[in-house]
C-alpha cells in the first residue's frame, strides 16, 4: 500500500513561486511513475505534470509548460513539484499521485494511489 503526504502549499502572490513536496511510504518508490493534479472549485480534477520511474520522462499540461518543473528523489521517496509565475488561475487543491508501471499517464483514473491534497492559492 503506498501512502502519499504532500506538503509545500500556500498563499502568494502573483508572480511568486512554491514548491510542492509529496513524500511516499509503504513501498519501493522508484516503481511509481508519479504525477500532480489540481481540482479548483467545481471543477474536475485536471493533470498537471508527471514524471517516469527514473526521471528521465516528464509531461506538462500546456497551461503550466515552462512555468513548472517536476522532479524525484528517488532516495528520498520524494517527488517536487516547482512552481513559477504563479497565475491566481493555478488557485486549486494539488494532489500527489501515484502508477504502478512504465507509462507516464495523464489521465487521473491510470492513477492507482493518492495523497489527500494541498491548498495553493494565487493572490492577484
Known amino acids: 500500500q503506498v501512502q502519499l503526504v504532500e506538503s509545500g502549499g500556500g498563499l502568494v502572490q502573483a508572480g511568486g513561486s512554491l514548491r510542492l513536496s509529496c513524500a511516499a511510504s509503504g513501498t519501493t518508490f522508484n516503481w511509481y511513475t508519479m504525477g500532480w493534479f489540481r481540482q479548483a472549485p467545481g471543477q474536475d480534477r485536471k493533470f498537471v505534470s508527471a514524471?517516469?520511474?527514473?526521471?528521465?520522462?516528464?509531461r506538462y499540461a500546456d497551461s503550466v509548460k515552462g512555468r513548472f518543473t517536476i522532479s524525484r528523489d528517488n532516495r528520498q521517496n520524494t517527488v517536487y513539484l516547482q512552481m513559477n509565475s504563479l497565475k491566481p488561475e493555478d488557485t486549486a487543491v494539488y494532489f500527489c499521485?501515484?502508477?504502478?508501471?512504465?507509462?507516464?499517464?495523464?489521465?487521473?483514473?491510470?492513477?492507482?494511489?493518492w495523497g489527500q491534497g494541498t491548498q495553493v492559492t494565487v493572490s492577484s
Open positions: 499521485t501515484a502508477s504502478h508501471g512504465i507509462v507516464v499517464p495523464t489521465t487521473a483514473s491510470e492513477y492507482g494511489y
Open positions: 514524471i517516469s520511474r527514473s526521471g528521465g520522462t516528464t
